[in-house]
């Protein structure tokens, strides 16, 4: 008790550093209400093999009552989060571990079965695959902690206590937007689609805002799919089911793995025609996999323009957009992430609710979110954005 007491106390004076921290942060602030919903079972892809936890990052200070979960340090993306999460809780002092699942579903079992071990009362998880990481989630409420699934929801189990996040609904959206206006009045645009991983839940809702957006400019002739004949085939409908979204991402997932795009590109590009290329307009689905399609358009000789879309502003990316080889990316300012799982958590170790904007149905139960909105980047505004903001650094980068 006397533990629980002292974390408690402990987070409080994180959460109010950071809360102070984060005020003068030029990112976006105000959280709109979450309305992507759960739907049907994503296909589950657990992998074997039982692993040690991996390295944690830990500074001397007082012990907190929460662990950390990421999914992988190969991504800009994760490890951006942590450097946010040690930059948060470092500076106040604090001691925090944070384990790495190298995109594999037993390690992330036994990462969290570790933290378990280690007597933490919160557990922050950004789940490897949403639905396998439910176990890990029934284990932790077995053990009495709470369980905040972290950007990516957690599926099919009633012990997630709450999900912080980004607005994937208009991540999609702003990509596809993109495309749109980047189409203007011209008809029969070649449109080439990519998808996020299937056992990732945000794949699904990036799809969904994403067609949203695409599909009636399909439907009047703007733009003409030529590498799905899954999508081809329900190009006729405005809503997909998860079923449906489920095949069509299924024929264009990119597995959120640079090389799988690459090849599933290369794949593309030499079974369409000459006639199919020249100004063609791309849906990828995040920067990673986005610079690996975006070489490989740029390598085909027949295709004499291409505009990409991305997401998560990763360094490499940013580069990408400054050089012209990448059109856009979706701006997640992950200081909001934190903050927000940050204060979640104290809430939770309180025995209180932290204060949600709406709820995402998990395939089991509705669970309370907060999500915060994201922003679209392009070479027109990515100084604004990404450098005026503090966000980057300008001596990273060349050509700004
Ligand atoms: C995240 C993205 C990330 C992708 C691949 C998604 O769940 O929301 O920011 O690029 O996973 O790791």
Known sequence: MRTKVFSF?????????????????AAPQTPAAPTASGGAAAPTAASGGAAAPTAA????????AVGIVLPTKDETRWTQDEARFKEALDKAGYQV??????KDSAKEKANVESLITKGIKVLIICPVDGTAAAASADEARKAGIKVISYDRLIRDTDAV???????????????????V??????????????????????????????????????ADGTFVIKNSSEAIALQGKAELTRDEEAKIIGQVTTNW???????????????????????VFVLAPNDDTARAIGDTFAADKDIKSFVITGQDAAPASVQYIIDGKQSMTVFKDVRTLVKDAISAAVALLANQAPAAKGSYNNGKIDVPAIQSPVISVDKANVKAALFDSGYYKTSDYTGL
């Open 9 to 25: 106390i402990a987070l409080l004076m994180i959460a109010s550093f950071i809360l102070a921290a984060c005020g003068g942060a």
């Open 57 to 64: 990052t830990s500074s001397g200070g007082t012990a907190l």
């Open 97 to 102: 571990e944070i384990l790495f699942s190298e």
């Open 161 to 179: 206590d709450y999900y912080v996040t980004f607005d994937s609904i208009a991540v999609g959206a702003q990509q596809a937007q993109y495309l």
């Open 181 to 218: 206006d980047k189409a203007g009045t011209t008809k029969n645009n070649p449109l080439y689609i990519y998808a996020g991983a299937a056992s990732d839940n945000n794949a699904f809702i990036f799809f969904q805002g994403a067609w949203g957006v695409l599909q009636p400019k399909i």
């Open 257 to 279: 793995a640079p090389d799988t795009a690459k090849t599933l590109a290369e794949s593309n590009l030499t079974a369409t025609t000459t006639a199919d290329k020249g100004n």
